[in-house]
């Protein structure tokens, strides 16, 4: 038995845990590509670090106490005989480690807790910035300040100078995580920048502009969006032709970023990540932003044409900082702010098209977006991600091609298929199953939006039970995308 839903609607020498190595600087789990073999391979040719006897340093593995005890001692070539005796616990004076807890506990460097030095306890991000603080003598405050940590908390002095240094900048998305365990590979960054200026990032102005991205605000550099937010998970091509890179590995904070020529010009998220000057956040009221951004645009002139914009509901156009910004909102919870597409304003006058130009590129882009999209929102609602699914997939993708190249819209084809006689043929096997459909709606975000504030079940789809999707998007002659989610539970 299956349920049948349809709905659709238009428009980081360790002591602990292995052998020790001889020095190396290279290590097999370091790969050149790795963002942080640089500082490792400095830290080795420094003898700091010296990795595990198979060759490998295991850079993500949660660095222990004893551990970065260690890196501190060799990076600040302390001496480890004729020192205090420690009175712990865990670690007695006839431990191997001993000699490197006594010195760190003589320095002042770290200290144990009731008696306990827990040496093989993570190391917390919090206490890494605690003890390089005191390692390195750093001092200074930063105009920076992380969300999750308040002035009141205990590492903040510490945490405010390792950012004022450029130790550290933080996530993308205004935190610091100080309750995050630290990985080996992240310690090292951090130990490297200390001891090596060349391995600070460059010093980052806060944006000056109104709409700003986990820290990120159209006209700032690509190097800057890497430097903060790291590897993007994806590259996408837009309707527009500029790049989104694709950050998601938080969903809570799932953030695009568009780049064009080297240059921040799109942004958009249904994330925390986003912040504006008007103090603008996720759940701020319709009324609001009215009253803040004043006339909605309902035409754009490019070249020769003037291009007309429908405000709706559930989405509002405005001209802002030379951007226009799409505001989202959610109808089901009283018209609050759901998600904002930002686009540079020479970039929106120049594209002289309501859709993109079809190709195999911009549908994956959109096949990928709806999926991510879908995935964001879940988690913003407390619901676990779904899981792609490459079958489901493909029959979406074939319903949205037959519903473009034979122009109807129909969750029934022309052939008298229903979707469960879709996902059947594909031999697919499912205890309930539901499809949503859409077409019109300009790129994924608008899709999605369209979909949330659907009164016919399509939320309900992508916030209910099911447990995998598979998304597919088609094209007709004229470049108007047609979308279908396929979603079911096996």
């Given at each position: 038995?299956f349920?049948?839903?349809?709905?659709?609607?238009?428009?980081?020498?360790?002591?602990?845990?292995?052998?020790?190595?001889?020095?190396?600087?290279?290590?097999?789990?370091?790969s050149g590509q790795?963002w942080?073999?640089?500082?490792?391979?400095?830290?080795?040719?420094?003898?700091?670090?010296?990795g595990?006897?198979d060759g490998?340093?295991r850079p993500?593995?949660?660095?222990?106490?004893?551990?970065?005890?260690?890196m501190?001692?060799?990076?600040?070539?302390?001496?480890?005989e004729?020192r205090?005796?420690?009175e712990?616990?865990d670690?007695?004076?006839?431990?191997?480690a001993?000699?490197?807890?006594?010195?760190?506990?003589?320095e002042?460097?770290?200290?144990?807790?009731?008696g306990?030095?827990?040496?093989?306890?993570?190391?917390?991000r919090?206490?890494?910035?605690?003890?390089?603080?005191?390692?390195?003598?750093?001092?200074g405050?930063?105009?920076?300040s992380?969300?999750d940590?308040?002035?009141?908390?205990?590492?903040y002095?510490?945490?405010?100078?390792?950012t004022?240094?450029?130790?550290t900048?933080?996530?993308?998305d205004?935190?610091?995580?100080?309750?995050?365990s630290?990985?080996?590979?992240?310690?090292?960054?951090?130990?490297?920048?200390?001891?090596?200026?060349r391995?600070?990032?460059e010093?980052q102005?806060?944006?000056?502009?109104?709409?700003?991205?986990?820290?990120?605000g159209?006209?700032?550099?690509?190097q800057?969006?890497?430097?903060?937010?790291?590897?993007?998970?994806?590259?996408?091509?837009s309707?527009?032709g500029?790049?989104?890179?694709?950050?998601?590995n938080d969903?809570?904070?799932?953030a695009?970023i568009?780049?064009?020529d080297?240059?921040?010009?799109?942004?958009?998220?249904n994330?925390?990540?986003l912040h504006t000057?008007s103090?603008?956040?996720?759940?701020?009221?319709?009324?609001?932003i009215?009253?803040?951004?004043?006339?909605?645009?309902?035409?754009?002139q490019?070249?020769?044409?003037?291009?007309?914009?429908?405000?709706?509901?559930?989405h509002?156009?405005?001209?802002v900082?030379?951007?226009?910004?799409?505001?989202?909102?959610?109808?089901?919870?009283?018209?609050?702010?759901?998600g904002i597409q930002?686009?540079?304003?020479?970039v929106?006058?120049?594209?002289?098209?309501?859709y993109?130009?079809?190709s195999?590129?911009?549908?994956?882009?959109f096949?990928?977006?709806?999926?991510d999209?879908?995935?964001?929102?879940?988690?913003?609602f407390?619901?676990?991600?779904?899981?792609?699914?490459d079958?489901a997939a493909?029959?979406?993708?074939?319903?949205s091609?037959d519903?473009?190249?034979n122009a109807?819209?129909?969750?029934?084809?022309?052939?008298?298929?229903?979707?469960f006689?879709?996902?059947?043929n594909?031999g697919?096997?499912?205890?309930?199953?539901g499809?949503?459909?859409?077409?019109?709606q300009?790129?994924?975000m608008?899709?999605?939006e369209?979909w949330m504030?659907?009164?016919?079940?399509?939320?309900e789809?992508?916030?209910?039970?099911?447990t995998?999707?598979?998304?597919?998007?088609?094209?007709?002659?004229?470049?108007?995308?047609?979308?279908?989610q396929?979603?079911?539970?096996p």
């Amino acid at each position: 038995m299956f349920k049948k839903l349809l709905v659709f609607f238009v428009a980081g020498c360790f002591f602990i845990g292995g052998q020790i190595s001889e020095a190396a600087t290279s290590f097999t789990d370091v790969s050149g590509q790795f963002w942080a073999k640089s500082e490792i391979d400095y830290l080795a040719d420094e003898a700091v670090v010296q990795g595990f006897s198979d060759g490998r340093f295991r850079p993500n593995d949660t660095i222990t106490r004893l551990q970065a005890a260690t890196m501190l001692v060799r990076a600040l070539k302390l001496e480890t005989e004729n020192r205090p005796q420690a009175e712990l616990i865990d670690i007695g004076v006839n431990h191997e480690a001993y000699p490197i807890v006594a010195t760190v506990f003589d320095e002042g460097l770290m200290t144990g807790r009731n008696g306990y030095f827990e040496p093989g306890q993570p190391l917390s991000r919090a206490q890494m910035a605690a003890i390089l603080t005191r390692a390195f003598e750093l001092q200074g405050e930063s105009a920076v300040s992380f969300r999750d940590v308040p002035s009141s908390f205990w590492a903040y002095n510490d945490i405010q100078a390792l950012t004022a240094n450029r130790i550290t900048t933080g996530y993308g998305d205004g935190r610091f995580g100080p309750n995050d365990s630290t990985s080996r590979a992240q310690f090292s960054v951090f130990l490297a920048r200390s001891l090596n200026d060349r391995f600070k990032p460059e010093e980052q102005p806060v944006s000056s502009r109104e709409v700003t991205v986990s820290g990120i605000g159209l006209g700032d550099t690509e190097q800057k969006v890497r430097q903060i937010l790291g590897i993007p998970a994806r590259e996408d091509i837009s309707e527009y032709g500029f790049t989104w890179l694709i950050y998601k590995n938080d969903y809570l904070n799932y953030a695009q970023i568009g780049i064009q020529d080297g240059r921040v010009v799109g942004l958009l998220t249904n994330g925390e990540g986003l912040h504006t000057r008007s103090e603008v956040r996720l759940g701020t009221s319709r009324e609001v932003i009215r009253s803040k951004y004043g006339e909605r645009v309902t035409e754009i002139q490019k070249g020769g044409t003037i291009f007309r914009y429908t405000n709706q509901d559930h989405h509002e156009l405005y001209f802002v900082d030379n951007s226009y910004v799409t505001f989202f909102y959610d109808s089901h919870r009283q018209n609050r702010l759901s998600g904002i597409q930002v686009i540079d304003g020479n970039v929106e006058r120049s594209f002289a098209r309501f859709y993109g130009q079809p190709s195999a590129a911009l549908r994956r882009s959109f096949e990928a977006q709806v999926f991510d999209l879908v995935n964001a929102s879940r988690a913003h609602f407390g619901k676990a991600p779904l899981k792609s699914d490459d079958v489901a997939a493909r029959v979406a993708r074939r319903h949205s091609v037959d519903m473009a190249e034979n122009a109807f819209f129909s969750h029934t084809n022309e052939r008298g298929e229903s979707p469960f006689d879709r996902m059947e043929n594909e031999g697919m096997t499912f205890l309930f199953a539901g499809e949503n459909i859409a077409y019109g709606q300009t790129n994924a975000m608008f899709a999605h939006e369209g979909w949330m504030n659907s009164r016919s079940g399509h939320r309900e789809a992508i916030l209910g039970s099911f447990t995998h999707l598979g998304v597919g998007v088609g094209f007709n002659a004229e470049g108007v995308p047609y979308y279908t989610q396929t979603f079911y539970t096996p």
